[in-house]
């Protein structure tokens, strides 16, 4: 079955008239009596019922035309999105989490601007609580972050998890350690994130059910004045593996017991329909992210 059958039957059982199809079609009257045989052969029941005075559409044709046309409709609508993705302009608001920040959306917006050269890009680096909050605002269009736990009105698309683990200089005690577990930070002094991220939130909730309490000694709202104050101080940190960039002289050891983990997606308002640009960055951001995984 090909795709011109289904035009052509769509075509016939609309007009019920073989001249009048053909004309519509672009074809020969005989072209197209052999093309609809050739749908009825396949299908192996007939679809028309033909008379010298009158064409009619069977029981079966009756019932395979509302599902014709759905699909034609449906595939015609996914190649006018092709088409429009390849010429895309525009501008596309975004807001991510820091380590996101650090290089996946960067490699991503370059990779994004080279293939689609009239799109205009900003990018935000919000708390989750800040991007569902601009999500519904219509203030950006597509969020990267930990799924929401209590925004229903958001969609989350999840593109990959995270391991959390220790972040210390190369001559802290537990720096050569395969694995440590959390209850080992029990009084131990650390630097860590504001409790306002959601990735406190995690990393708490982990060091509770270990029944563990270190000793937090200075808070900060960015990844880079973590690492540093890690480096300055001697104290260690917990952040996403991906904070890890490749000049970096610190070390990073996984932690277990529990293994803490967060999973990072693509968030979109459930409010509005997505856009070819929204569209065409997700499918992107995702091929990215597998493939820094991968490393």
């Not at 519509?24 to 009257?29: G, I, P, S």
């Not at 302009?89 to 989490?97: F, K, Q, V």
């Not at 994130?193 to 982990?206: E, F, G, N």
């Not at 880079?224 to 104050?229: D, H, I, K, T």
Request: charged share 20%.
């Amino acid at each position: 079955m090909e795709l011109r059958h289904l035009r052509y039957f769509v075509a016939l059982a609309e007009r019920l008239n073989f001249t009048a199809a053909a004309a519509q079609v672009h074809v020969t009257q005989p072209t197209l009596s052999h093309q609809i045989k050739q749908l009825e052969n396949e299908l192996d029941m007939a679809l028309f019922e033909r008379t010298e005075r009158r064409v009619s559409l069977t029981a079966a044709g009756m019932l395979f035309l509302p599902r014709v046309i759905e699909a034609l409709k449906t595939l015609d609508s996914g190649t006018a999105l092709l088409k429009a993705s390849a010429t895309l302009s525009g501008h596309l608001r975004i807001a991510t989490s820091q380590t996101f920040n650090l290089a996946i959306v960067p490699r991503t917006v370059l990779l994004f601007r080279q293939q689609h050269e009239n799109v205009r890009v900003t990018i935000e680096e919000l708390t989750l609580a800040d991007m569902t909050r601009a999500l519904r605002a219509d203030e950006i269009d597509l969020a990267i972050a930990y799924q929401p736990t209590d925004a229903h009105d958001m969609v989350f698309e999840p593109l990959c998890d995270e391991e959390l683990v220790l972040f210390l200089p190369a001559d802290h005690a537990l720096a050569r350690r395969k694995r440590v577990r959390m209850i080992e930070l029990h009084g131990r002094d650390m630097v860590m994130l504001s409790t306002r991220y959601k990735t406190r939130q995690i990393i708490d909730d982990a060091l509770i059910s270990a029944g563990t309490i270190p000793n937090v000694i200075i808070e900060s709202g960015t990844i880079p004045s973590l690492l540093n104050l890690v480096r300055q101080t001697g104290a260690p940190t917990i952040l996403s593996r991906y904070a890890l960039t490749p000049d970096s002289p610190l070390k990073t050891v996984p932690l277990e017991s529990p293994r803490p983990t967060r999973t990072t997606g693509l968030i979109y308002s459930n409010d509005r329909a997505r856009s070819p640009l929204e569209t065409a960055f997700g499918a992107l951001l995702r091929k990215v992210a597998v493939s820094y995984i991968a490393t």
